[in-house]
């Protein structure tokens, strides 16, 4: 069955810096991948689309890749700041049901 | 401002108590989505229907879930009866899907549910 893999444990990095968070996924192909942001005792708020088609994509200070060769989506926020501080989840289609799927997100945390 | 409102946000039932939760999605959305978040499980999808239609419902515990779009502005999952083990926050989001293609799903405050 399809699998969608984040990395667990949270990432800390210092203001200013780039952060990079990965999302691998198994044993489907997903037309399109799409990532979001989840605040403590919030729902989850769309950020970026990418689909199959697109290797990059660009909003702000955010970055999305999309690897199908590799499958793996790579999200980069650049110039992080305190805000930045979430949980964010990777989140492609579920082939068979038709339905957005989501990993367990990673955890950013970002020191001034 | 458009957003997806949920109620209630907060729910405390005894086990065997009937738990019904309440959507409104965005008007014009043509998709609404069920989600269970727990700290073990993460996001887990329960349901979700297409123009008030069940697309899939197959997350769900079937013998006490049930999830129904009485009109376009109401969607609501109910769980009868209520055990330990449902204690989670239920949320319910909303898209507009064309054609094939993805959406963008936005979603409630959530319903945090207490099962004692």
């Known amino acids: 069955s399809q699998k969608i893999e984040q990395n667990s444990e949270a990432l800390n990095i210092q203001e200013g810096k780039t952060a990079t968070l990965t999302c691998n996924y198994t044993?489907?192909?997903?037309?399109?991948l799409q990532w979001y942001r989840q605040d403590p005792g919030r729902g989850p708020v769309f950020l970026l689309l990418?689909?199959?088609?697109?290797k990059e994509k660009r909003k702000e200070r955010l970055k999305v890749t999309f690897d199908t060769t590799l499958k793996q989506s790579l999200f980069h926020i650049t110039a992080s700041q305190p805000a930045d501080s979430a949980t964010y989840l990777c989140?492609?289609?579920?082939?068979?049901?038709?339905?957005?799927?989501f990993g367990s997100g990673t955890r950013l945390q970002v020191q001034p | 401002d458009a957003r997806v409102t949920q109620t209630p946000r907060h729910k405390v039932t005894e086990m065997g108590q009937e738990v019904t939760m309440r959507c409104q999605p965005i008007?014009?959305?043509?998709?609404v989505f069920w989600y269970r978040q727990t700290m073990m499980q993460g996001l887990e999808l329960l349901a979700y229907?297409?123009?008030?239609?069940?697309?899939?419902d197959s997350g769900m515990p079937k013998d006490r879930f049930s999830a129904e779009m009485p009109d376009a502005t109401l969607a609501t999952l109910k769980i009868q009866p209520s055990e330990p083990r449902d204690s989670a926050v239920y949320f319910c989001?909303?898209?507009?899907?064309?054609?094939?293609?993805?959406?963008?799903?936005?979603f409630g405050q959530g319903t945090r549910l207490t099962v004692v």
């Open positions: 008007l014009g959305h043509n998709t």
């Open positions: 229907f297409r123009n008030r239609a069940p697309l899939d």
């Open positions: 044993n489907y192909s997903p037309a399109y």
């Open positions: 989001a909303s898209g507009l899907v064309l054609g094939t293609g993805g959406t963008e799903a936005f």
């Open positions: 990418i689909r199959e088609n697109e």
């Open positions: 989140a492609p289609p579920d082939t068979g049901r038709r339905a957005l799927t």
